[in-house]
């Protein structure tokens, strides 16, 4: 055997010997710590923290919100008298008069005719209850249901109910109270809309002051321009329906 082939066998033998400490080496490189700093354990913390408080004031914020909204859509408005010569607290005023008449005057036509209809529902329920029964009755997959459709018991179902009925009455006035919530507050941002300007402006660092003012311009502009145009749309709906069921000669009680 030439010295050339005794360097080869022992080449190959030594790579043979290395390959198993190569893979040792691998496998233990491709462990890998993960060490979470105190840094970001305290950031998660608070994020935890303002989610839950952002979930428990989340009344507070829709109120705010619906003010803001309501300010945006009637400073237009307050703005359009001040140049006329009226004085803003007069603006204020008139706006949120027309606003309070407007609201009632869509209360009194609407709950009482609401009211009639419901009654008119419950007088009719003998009638239309049996009809439905009689419906059902015809077919022999749904003739249980027209015996039990017969024997329905009203007092059981009011009973059972009672729970419901009181939390859905409780909260329908704990969203009226956040309603005029919002309007006071809308009413006292639009009075002392210099001094909280201020504080706003106040609280916020200089470098940011342009992108506020940007901000509060696009709230009057976008926000008021896109809640005055569903009230607009709205109004033009009501008088199609009120056009079209005059037309179709369907009585209406006013």
């Known amino acids: 055997m030439s010295s050339r082939d005794n360097r080869a066998a022992s ?8 390959e ?31 989610l839950w408080l952002f979930i428990r004031l ?6 705010l919100i619906v003010a803001l909204m309501i300010v945006g859509t009637l400073a237009p408005a307050v703005v359009w ?41 419950i007088d009719m329920e003998p009638v239309l209850r ?7 009755a015809l077919s022999p997959l ?6 039990a459709i017969r024997n329905v018991q009203y007092d059981a179902i009011f009973r059972s109910s009672a729970a419901s009925v009181l939390t859905f009455s409780s909260n ?3 969203g009226i109270a ?15 809309r210099d001094r909280l300007r201020g504080g706003l402006f106040a609280v916020v660092p200089r470098t940011h002051h342009i992108r506020l003012s940007r901000i509060l311009v696009n709230l009057e502009t976008i926000v008021g321009g896109y809640i005055r145009g569903q009230v607009i749309t709205s109004a033009m709906m009501a008088v199609f329906i009120f056009v079209l069921l005059t037309a179709c000669n369907i009585r209406t009680h006013w």
């Open 81 to 121: 008298m001040e140049r006329r010569g009226v004085r803003r607290w007069v603006g204020i005023t008139i706006v949120f008069t027309a606003l309070f008449v407007l609201t009632m005057l869509i209360f009194a036509l609407t709950i009482p005719e609401l009211v009639n209809q419901i009654r008119s529902l």
């Open 178 to 192: 956040y309603m005029f919530g919002a309007i006071f507050l809308a009413l006292y941002m639009m009075l002392d």
């Open 11 to 18: 080449t190959a033998a030594q790579g043979k010997h290395q």
């Open 142 to 147: 749904t003739a249980s249901l027209a015996d």
């Open 20 to 50: 198993p400490e190569q893979k040792a080496n691998s496998r233990q490189a491709r462990v890998l710590r993960i060490e979470i700093s105190p840094w970001t354990m305290i950031t998660l913390m608070l994020i935890i923290t303002g």
């Open 172 to 174: 329908l006035v704990q």
């Open 130 to 136: 049996e009809r439905l029964a009689a419906w059902f």
């Open 58 to 63: 989340l009344p507070v914020v829709l109120v």
